[in-house]
């Protein structure tokens, strides 16, 4: 079954702990992105990666980071340096990143929601 | 960069009216313009696209337009049902001194349809 996952799907973290959001795709897409969702604000982009090995900071970086050693997997780590960072986050991917040309779809995973004691 | 904006924040219909979402862009570069729906608890899915070179797209009670002159586009649902209620995101691709476009969101359009 193809698809997107997301985990935890809810994640509680004491202030100054770093975390861990899992991102895992099978679609062998070489695009993937993290989004920030919090209400009446949309969807607003962390980071995301063109290819393995390579990301770029999105609109609102700062107190976040991530990797991407393979192809499947975008990790996002919540650092303490975060001043707000319960919220809904969403990972996405696309087969590419959209050009002047082609756009891909992106297909999300179903969200995990951190919240922060 | 590019922003998008869109209007209204919340949108409540009765069953079988149609409903009107709308978003400006302001990169005259954009040249796809996606609209994703977003049920309750569940991941957003894309549910209709534009590209720059029409002027409007259907399926079914769903159609999207785009007015490229004026840099806005608009969801059009027709014959809303319950099942249509949820929020609705416009998005279109910010491009920045590359040829790479990232998909920037508005704000989102939490719709109910009443029956």
């Known amino acids: 079954d193809g698809g997107i996952t997301q985990s935890p799907k809810y994640l509680f973290r004491k202030e100054g702990q770093n975390v861990t959001l899992s991102c895992e795709q099978n679609?062998?897409?070489?695009?993937m992105y993290w989004y920030r969702q919090d209400p009446g604000q949309g969807l607003r982009l962390i980071y995301y990666?063109?290819?393995?090995?390579?990301?770029q900071k999105g609109d609102i970086a700062e107190g976040y980071s991530v990797s991407r050693e393979k192809k499947e997997s975008f990790p996002l780590t919540v650092t303490s340096a975060q001043k707000n960072p319960t919220a809904f986050y969403l990972c996405?991917?696309?087969?590419?990143?959209?050009?002047?040309?082609?756009?891909?779809?992106?297909?999300f995973g179903e969200g995990s929601r951190l919240t922060v004691l | 960069g590019e922003n998008v904006e869109q209007h209204p924040s919340t949108l409540s219909v009765q069953e079988g009216d149609s409903a009107v979402i709308k978003c400006t862009y302001s990169d005259s570069a954009s040249n796809y313009f996606p609209w994703y729906k977003q049920e309750l608890g569940k991941r957003p899915q894309l549910i209709i696209d534009i590209r720059s070179n029409v002027g409007e797209k259907k399926d079914q009670r769903i159609a999207v337009t785009l007015n490229k002159t004026a840099k806005h586009f608009s969801l059009h649902i027709t014959e809303t049902q319950p099942e249509d209620s949820a929020v609705y995101f416009c998005?279109?691709?910010?491009f920045g001194s590359g040829n790479t476009g990232k998909l920037i969101f508005g704000q989102g359009t939490t719709l109910q349809v009443k029956p």
């Open positions: 996405a991917s696309s087969m590419f990143v959209g050009d002047r040309i082609n756009t891909g779809e992106l297909f």
């Open positions: 679609l062998n897409h070489d695009a």
């Open positions: 990666s063109q290819i393995v090995n390579d990301f």
């Open positions: 998005a279109a691709p910010r």
